[in-house]
């Protein structure tokens, strides 16, 4: 088996910890990521460093000289409600890049393309509708992955993610505006509340990207990997009660975003063989604990 993995996304959320799983089990890593892209420091020595932007050409014959066996695709750019300026860094990170590297994978037999999705393609658990453009841009990447697939010796397979959380994230998400709101005593605008969210903490969501590869192939088949489902309010008032007092919260204050998720969607069928370990109040205990 080849164990040489290309993880993109070096400097978000998931990827870092995904890297350092697969060093610990003896994998050898290449990391993808722009030039100016701040990549967590213990990774550097560990492992090999290619430029995203440093032109198609040189960064297709640096993919292929890795020759990895399994290219995990994290990098994304997300945007809930996209302006003009979100365009052109939408296209780039949910489309071409992918592209290019599937491109270059394409070439070398036995290789492996482990696509990230998002629940956010199947607005109330169509087999598509985007929440977004950023979901739109998903779906586009997941059609492009199909004629490689189906035409080339590129091995596919998609996992899709609703909301993740976890130790060591740097995003502005819910759960640090909860935070900041609980340290400052300053009212946090919500809408009313009733849509549902989907956690999964990240050491779940690592092990599901670690199961995948052995799902892959000429169908490039998608799975959903879903963590704990259930209503804003609940999910507010859970973090209320860990940090020890109610969260300052001004229900209603702001609309709910076009296409919210009002019940739980599933359109994938969920990935065989995993389930979470990671139970939600644990899990948020801890990140919060490493919060204070």
């Known amino acids: 088996m080849n164990r040489r993995a290309l993880v993109t996304g070096a400097s978000g959320f998931i990827a870092p910890h995904l890297v350092r799983r697969l060093l610990a089990d003896g994998w050898e890593v290449a990391l993808v990521a722009r030039s100016t892209s701040r990549v967590p420091e213990d990774l550097l020595p560990r492992t090999a460093l290619l430029h995203a932007d440093a032109g198609a050409a040189a960064f297709t014959d640096a993919v292929q000289a890795f020759a990895p066996g399994t290219c995990f695709h994290l990098a994304t750019h997300f945007v809930g409600v996209h302006d003009l300026a979100d365009i052109h860094p939408l296209i780039a990170a949910n489309l071409t890049l992918g592209t290019l590297l599937a491109e270059a994978l394409s070439a070398q037999r036995g290789a492996t393309f482990v ?52 130790p060591d994230d740097r995003r502005t998400k819910l759960l640090q505006l909860l935070v900041r709101a609980h340290r400052t005593a300053e009212l946090l605008s919500l809408s009313p509340g009733e849509q549902w969210i989907d956690l999964t903490h990240v050491a779940d969501v690592v092990s599901a990207l670690l199961r995948a590869p052995d799902l892959a192939g000429p169908d490039a088949p998608a799975y959903s990997v879903s963590g704990t489902a259930l209503p804003l309010r609940e999910f507010v008032a859970l973090v209320g009660d860990l940090l020890g007092a109610a969260v300052p919260v001004q229900w209603g204050a702001r609309p709910y975003r076009p296409r919210e998720m009002m019940v739980p969607w599933r359109y994938s069928p969920p990935l065989p063989d995993w389930r979470p370990s990671v139970d939600l109040r644990e899990g948020l205990a801890a990140v919060l604990a490493q919060m204070a």
């Open 115 to 166: 696509n990230v999705g998002t629940i956010w393609q199947h607005h109330e658990s169509r087999r598509y509708g985007p929440t977004s453009l950023y979901a739109a841009t998903k779906q586009a990447f997941a059609d492009v992955l199909q004629f490689y697939a189906e035409c080339t010796p590129l091995r596919v397979v998609t996992l899709e993610l609703s909301d993740t959380y976890g």
